[in-house]
């Protein structure tokens, strides 16, 4: 059972471009949704996280937009760089219980110079 | 530095053969967890522990094992009764109680079946 459903699997950017990844959840219990950052042969990292009260939120050329009635969410990097080149996992927890953390499939990112 | 170190990085079995993933964190942090990573799957979590001494399963124990005897270190036994044990396996570790979604991750450990 996929509880965060993400797309697309892969995706090529031109350098300067606008990266998307969509994510969309079913436990309407799940109240606080972060992304990871993961480089080849390394392991995730905590990116930007974002909670359903509000509906963006920013961090230099990271953008989460969150959609709460549709229950979906996204991920846009502006000004794709090269370095960027990694693959992203959207999550979803409950804050309230203990920190189980149920991930998206992943989205392996090119930025092409 | 503080971090969580896994070892080895890449461990070759033949089938039938028991193996064990080490995972040591000096986080000082008191929850960890394995996850495996497939191709297209994203990271199912496998086991967890809150405290020394207890541990939980996760999405996909089969075939798993692990122990808590320490706080530092949660090593992961991966048995014969896997199916299909080829996979890249990671450890994290959290500030128990958090809850925010911040799991500290190893670089991982990954395990081929010949």
């Known amino acids: 059972q996929q509880q965060v459903k993400q797309s697309p699997q892969s995706l090529i950017v031109q350098k300067g471009g606008i990266s998307i990844i969509n994510c969309a959840y079913e436990n309407t219990a799940f109240d606080y949704f972060p992304w990871y950052q993961q480089f080849p042969g390394k392991g995730p990292a905590l990116l930007i996280a974002?909670?359903?009260?509000?509906s963006e939120k920013k961090e230099g050329r990271f953008t989460i937009s969150f959609n709460k009635s549709a229950k979906q969410f996204s991920l846009h990097i502006m000004d794709s760089q090269p370095g960027d080149s990694a693959t992203y996992f959207c999550a979803a927890l409950n804050s309230g219980g203990y920190q189980k953390v149920t991930f998206g499939t992943g989205t392996k990112l090119q930025v092409i110079p | 530095d503080g971090g969580i170190t896994q070892s080895p990085k890449y461990l070759f079995r033949k089938e039938g053969q028991n193996v064990t993933l080490s995972c040591e964190q000096n986080?000082?942090?008191?929850?960890m967890y394995w996850y495996r990573q497939d191709p297209g799957q994203g990271l199912r979590l496998i086991y967890y522990?809150?405290?020394?001494?207890?541990?939980q399963k996760g999405d996909i124990a089969e075939g798993y094992s692990v122990s808590r005897e320490k706080k530092e270190s949660f090593p992961l036994t991966v048995t014969s009764a896997q199916k299909n044990p080829t996979a890249f396996y990671l450890c994290?570790?959290?500030?128990?109680?958090?809850?925010?979604?911040?799991?500290?991750f190893g670089e991982g450990s990954r395990l081929t079946v010949l």
């Open positions: 986080l000082n942090h008191d929850a």
């Open positions: 994290a570790s959290s500030i128990a109680g958090a809850n925010t979604g911040e799991l500290f």
């Open positions: 522990s809150q405290i020394v001494n207890d541990f």
């Open positions: 974002i909670r359903p009260d509000v």
